[in-house]
């Protein structure tokens, strides 16, 4: 089986976009059922993301960043950084990922 950082270098087209709370509060989608966006990974371990909402009534914000990557291969998580963000504390913030991936194509 190849590794996920293999397996995650490219282009990637989101599907959905669920925020899972780690105290069990109820899980949320901040950009509504149908979101929009791309994540790129790539060889040299750095990774750039757009999502954004595709709802008209949505008042979400589109998400932007951009920084260095790390994968936990043992428990297939990515670890994020955002060096760069549009939105305010978004720099350096480290985020944790745990997606479900299908490929462009």
Known sequence: ????????????????????????SPTTYPLGDRPKGYIIYSTDGYM?????STDEKSKADPIAYAGPYSVDEKQQIVHQQADVSLFPGGPGKRTVAKSEWRAIG
């Open 48 to 52: 750039a993301a757009l999502l954004s």
């Open 1 to 24: 089986m190849a590794a996920l950082k293999d397996n995650l270098v490219g282009s990637w087209r989101l599907v959905k976009y669920e925020e899972l709370p780690v105290d069990g």
